[in-house]
């Protein structure tokens, strides 16, 4: 985790947990452009709870 002005910023191992989706996820997703919102800094990817949380609601889908 990388805090930043009061921001906490993750990296996909620390997603993975907290979502239950797999590291390979996140950077498939990221590969294929259709990932949250990333950053990057020294060849780490980091993400924020906000654009993971964001994300996933606005790819939300109902089933019926």
Do not use: C
Not at 5 to 17: F, N, T
Not at 36 to 61: A, H, I, Q, S
Request: proline share 2%; aromatic share 18%; charged share 35%.
């Amino acid at each position: 985790m990388l805090i930043l002005d009061g921001v906490k910023y993750l990296v996909e191992k620390e997603l993975s947990a907290k979502y239950g989706l797999s590291v390979h996820w996140f950077r498939k997703a990221r590969y294929e452009g259709k990932s949250p919102k990333y950053y990057k800094l020294n060849g780490k990817v980091y993400y924020t709870e906000e654009n993971v949380d964001k994300w996933f609601k606005d790819n939300l889908k109902t089933m019926q």
